[in-house]
């Protein structure tokens, strides 16, 4: 039921709470003014009963028939007495009573030859003695004072008792301060909660606390169920949000939130990223087995940054698949280009048929093959590893189709590696290769030579092209995916560089860019340890 009628808004539920508060306020004030107010009934009250009790004892108009036995005698002026004594004193009741408590005469003769309450009393003991008694039937505060003959013994007792208001009595007199106490803090919790209403709604975008609760728990179904890794970084370097897949991929584990970024047991490339403010744009880490794309990007409030959200994909199985396909790509345009050059030889070869030149068809089938063994030879000279020696082989015959040179420096030597180096090497040459052609011809560069060694265990590889070389301000950038020199409609652009550094950081190598030495083109060095002769 509750639910059908709670405020939806926070200054209501705030009114709701406040209200519910003043009214406990006001019941609690309300008894302890009751109590209070009987505490001051009985103070101010006893006090007047006990003198009003303790002249009567004291006088010798009544003192004098106790002592001497004639009360019977002078009831009719102890009972006038009495009445006197109460509207004196504003009394309820006033008694005179026997040693036992039988009332003996009454100012009201309601209570004649009744008994008096002597529960808790000590008058009997010859002591004057104040408190609540029942004054048949009300609750009164009363005052008992012995009357004592010149023996010191105890002959009457007098009484004068005075019934406590009633409740309602009491609560007229406590009730007009307590509704303007009750009006006042009304005004101000109405006041309050409206003030308090904008204070958090302006702190909150507007939201209500309902609002507020279900976008905290789309946070954390979000969290929790998104493939990509987010951090967020406040500005002061502490991680205030972090989703599961973000501690897999980055190895976070424990409760990170609000701990600072250099406090944690991260790599350091990943620890930098973190830390840094700055955005970055698909941004390639290696991090153990795993191949990291990571977006970073600010987040500005009122011209300050307040933080930093940071993505994380996981891309190894994507780029071990684009390089895949990158090999395939080339070993097909290598056959295409291989194709088209044998169409034209033979259609070459066909028409001297036609015309009857065979001195001139074994001829040209003579320098055909001899030039085809002499690109094998040049490559084989320098290159043992077969799977690396096809592909420089291949990519010569795709290159001279582009009018380009590919060659083998003489200083190169490469001998059989094994399998896995093998094919990092294959992919990282195929890429450098495919890039310094397109650079070349670009530019009507004619000419790329690549260079192999083994020195130790670490493969050196320096592909040298003819192109238009690469920018001062581009350097940093070259290796991020998605750039290129090429055409923006050109497919799968702004990859082979990528891969080329994935592979590199894979194995704990390097690759750098630098002017050629004429200070044309570009040199793209690069360093592969791990290598193991095959």
């Given at each position: ?6 405020p ?18 006001v019941?609690?004030a ?22 009003a ?10 003192r ?23 509207n ?45 008694v ?23 007792i ?38 308090l ?29 998104i ?50 403010g700055?955005?970055?744009?698909d ?39 684009q ?6 790509e ?25 015309l ?26 320098h ?17 001279a189709?582009?009018g380009?040179d590919l ?14 180096t ?56 070259i ?32 690759v750098?860019v ?21």
């Amino acid at each position: 039921m509750w639910s059908r009628w709670r405020p939806a808004t926070l200054a209501g539920q705030v009114l709701v709470l406040q209200l519910t508060v003043l009214l406990v306020v006001v019941a609690v004030a309300s008894v302890v003014s009751v109590q209070q107010s009987d505490a001051d009934f009985r103070d101010t009250r006893g006090a007047r009963m006990r003198a009003a009790a303790e002249s009567m004892a004291n006088i010798a108009a009544v003192r004098d028939p106790f002592v001497q036995g004639l009360v019977e005698r002078r009831r009719a002026s102890l009972t006038s007495y009495t009445q006197r004594v109460r509207n004196n004193y504003q009394a309820g009741g006033v008694y005179l009573a026997d040693p036992d408590g039988v009332v003996l005469v009454s100012s009201d003769f309601a209570g004649r030859g009744r008994q008096v309450d002597l529960g808790g009393s000590t008058v009997q003991q010859l002591r004057t003695w104040t408190g609540d008694v029942d004054d048949f039937g009300d609750r009164a505060i009363a005052a008992q004072v012995p009357i004592i003959d010149d023996r010191g013994a105890l002959v009457g007792i007098s009484m004068v008792a005075q019934s406590y208001p009633s409740l309602a009595e009491r609560a007229r007199g406590v009730l007009p301060d307590l509704l303007a106490v009750a009006g006042l803090g009304l005004g101000l919790g109405v006041a309050g909660s409206f003030l308090l209403s904008r204070l958090v709604r302006r702190r909150t975008r507007g939201l209500e606390p309902a609002a507020i609760a279900a976008l905290a728990d789309q946070r954390e179904a979000l969290l929790h169920s998104i493939r990509e890794g987010v951090v967020a970084v406040g500005e002061d370097g502490t991680i205030t949000v972090v989703s599961d897949s973000a501690r897999e991929l980055i190895g976070l584990e424990g409760d990170v939130q609000g701990r600072a970024v250099d406090d944690l047991d991260l790599d350091p490339a990943v620890r930098d990223l973190l830390a840094d403010g700055a955005a970055i744009r698909d941004h390639v880490v290696v991090l153990g087995e795993r191949v990291l794309v990571v977006n970073r990007n600010p987040v500005v409030e009122g011209g300050r940054r307040v933080a930093s959200v940071t993505t994380l994909r996981d891309r190894t199985e994507l780029l071990a698949l684009q390089s895949e396909l990158s090999a395939r790509e080339s070993i097909t345009n290598t056959l295409r280009a291989q194709t088209h050059e044998f169409h034209n030889q033979l259609h070459t070869i066909s028409g001297l048929v036609q015309l009857g030149e065979y001195d001139e068809v074994s001829r040209l089938v003579g320098t055909l093959s001899r030039r085809r063994r002499e690109i094998s030879d040049a490559v084989l000279a320098h290159v043992a590893d077969p799977a690396v020696a096809a592909l420089l082989i291949a990519k010569t015959s795709l290159a001279a189709e582009r009018g380009v040179d590919l060659r083998v420096s003489a200083t190169s030597s490469l001998p059989r590696l094994d399998p896995e180096t093998s094919t990092d090497v294959g992919t990282v040459v195929g890429n450098l290769v495919d890039n310094a052609v397109d650079a070349s011809v670009s530019v009507g560069g004619t000419a790329v030579e690549v260079d192999l060694r083994l020195v130790g265990d670490v493969v050196h590889l320096a592909v040298t092209d003819t192109g238009p070389g690469v920018p001062p301000d581009e350097v940093g950038r070259i290796f991020r995916r998605g750039w290129s020199s090429k055409a923006p409609t050109t497919e799968g652009r702004g990859v082979g560089l990528a891969l080329v550094q994935v592979v590199c950081e894979r194995r704990g190598g390097a690759v750098a860019v630098r002017a050629g030495g004429d200070g044309t083109g570009a040199v793209f060095a690069v360093r592969l340890p791990g290598a193991e002769v095959g």
